[in-house]
């Protein structure tokens, strides 16, 4: 590794002919991306083909685990490394705690270009939005949704008026009628063409194909056959899609390609939100299947999403089976640049998983979302108060009497469709006594 001054101080050319040269780290997310709603995840009424071809030429996970089943939580945990809680943002709605050594703080130390692109949903005050967090270059939006074209919050009304909401670095600016997937994917493809001695770290958190269902009509034609509202789903995926393909062929021609590890992953599962649907009906565009519940729910529906490493300098195309979680990205990006992970983090580096195929470097999964718990351990997974979101009126209702909790052998049964409690009743109390004293342990 090279000390933080001299490749610092070395030039662009030399850097990119090292073969110690620290890798770039970008991560990018979608926004309640449906669980198979990807071409190379076999969704055959989408095009996806500049995702596939990352995905297809990177380690693709089958086991990769949000860690929540919505997006502020998610969201997190990616940049934080803990569990959503111990970042201070158990629930929508919370800012990132201030100071916590995340993504954006532990790379600009380590001598990095640091940018965070598209959604944030962390925090808007001085203290908590992204560039007091480390990330030297912001584009985007603070809260957790925002209309497409006119770039403005509608759904706080009426404890909260509507809002505009668009900003670089802390400065509000405007740009209305431009659509803002593709303003995303240009800013972080004008971030990536500038040339420095510095690598860079960055993050891109597309707010598609979240609400409101927005596509201009060149992407809407890609879809024409399709039911309205999972044309208009498909083509704001499309968007994104081009956007990636954008991303990557602008690290093709800089030469930054190779040695970029790329984290690509959805943050949960898609939605049934109304707000997401026609006609004030329960949303249906987005496909979990054959995952069991939506987002917000502990369910595999909820937080069971597509997620690839992309890293040619490093790791070989294949697939893996470990069940891993998004907590993983920040250890996993800081042991490849040669950096130690900071004191409090909960995820553990995949390096090893990467490049020598071992076993995941976690004993258990666990979760939690308002009085759902949830774990995971081998094949086995308990869900204790769990709700679908279905939908269905009694969707977001903890399931009651025996189905309060709910075990499934996840190899057998990935739908988590039959109940096996009464089968293994000592499984269920070693599993429920473990997340019982885990949620117990949290502490902020």
């Not at 600016?173 to 770290?201: H, M, N, W």
């Not at 026609?278 to 917000?296: H, V």
Request: aromatic share 10%.
């Amino acid at each position: 590794m090279l000390s933080r001054r001299s490749f610092l101080s070395s030039s662009s050319l030399a850097l990119l002919q090292r073969p110690s040269l620290p890798p770039n780290i970008l991560v990018i997310v979608p926004d309640d991306l449906g669980c198979h709603d990807l071409g190379y995840l076999g969704a055959s009424d989408l095009k996806t083909p500049n995702i596939d071809a990352l995905a297809l030429n990177g380690a693709r996970f089958s086991n990769w685990y949000s860690n929540a089943p919505v997006c502020a939580p998610a969201r997190a945990s990616i940049l934080s490394g803990r569990y959503p809680s111990r970042a201070g943002v158990a629930d929508n709605g919370r800012p990132l705690t201030p100071g916590i050594p995340s993504l954006g703080a532990q790379f600009k130390a380590a001598g990095y270009r640091t940018a965070a692109i598209g959604k944030w949903h962390l925090g808007s005050d001085a203290n908590t939005c992204p560039n007091a967090h480390g990330f030297e270059y912001f584009y985007g939006f603070h809260s957790g949704c925002v209309d497409f074209y006119s770039h403005r919050f509608y759904w706080g009304e009426p404890r909260t008026p509507n809002y505009h909401d668009l900003y670089r670095n802390r400065t509000e600016i405007f740009e209305d009628g431009r659509y803002l997937t593709e303003r995303i994917a240009e800013e972080a493809v004008a971030f990536l063409e500038k040339r420095s001695p510095q690598p860079f770290c960055a993050y891109v958190a597309f707010n598609a194909p979240h609400y409101p269902m927005h596509a201009p009509e060149k992407y809407m034609q890609r879809f024409s056959h399709l039911p309205l509202e999972r044309r208009i789903y498909a083509a704001m995926i499309a968007a994104v899609d081009d956007g990636v393909g954008a991303i990557r062929r602008t690290l093709a021609s800089t030469g930054q390609l190779d040695n970029t590890l790329l984290f690509f992953l959805g943050d949960n599962g898609a939605t049934t939100e109304k707000r997401a649907g026609l006609n004030n009906n329960y949303a249906t565009a987005g496909d979990n299947g054959p995952f069991k519940g939506f987002k917000f729910s502990l369910f595999d529906g909820g937080m069971h999403v597509p997620a690839f490493i992309h890293w040619p300098a490093r790791i070989k195309p294949a697939p893996f089976d470990q069940t891993v979680q998004s907590m993983d990205i920040l250890p996993t990006a800081l042991a490849a640049a040669g950096l130690p992970a900071p004191a409090g983090v909960d995820g553990a580096s995949l390096i090893d998983v990467l490049t020598a195929n071992t076993a995941s470097p976690h004993q258990a999964l666990l979760w939690q979302n308002g009085q759902q718990l949830a774990v995971r351990r081998g094949d086995w997974k308990l869900v204790i108060n769990g709700s679908l979101y279905d939908r269905s009126e009694q969707g977001g209702q903890p399931l009651t009497g025996d189905e309060a909790l709910w075990l499934s052998n996840l190899k057998d049964d990935p739908g988590e469709s039959r109940n096996l409690r009464r089968w293994h009743p000592n499984l269920v109390d070693e599993l429920s006594t473990l997340a019982s004293q885990w949620r117990d342990n949290l502490r902020p």
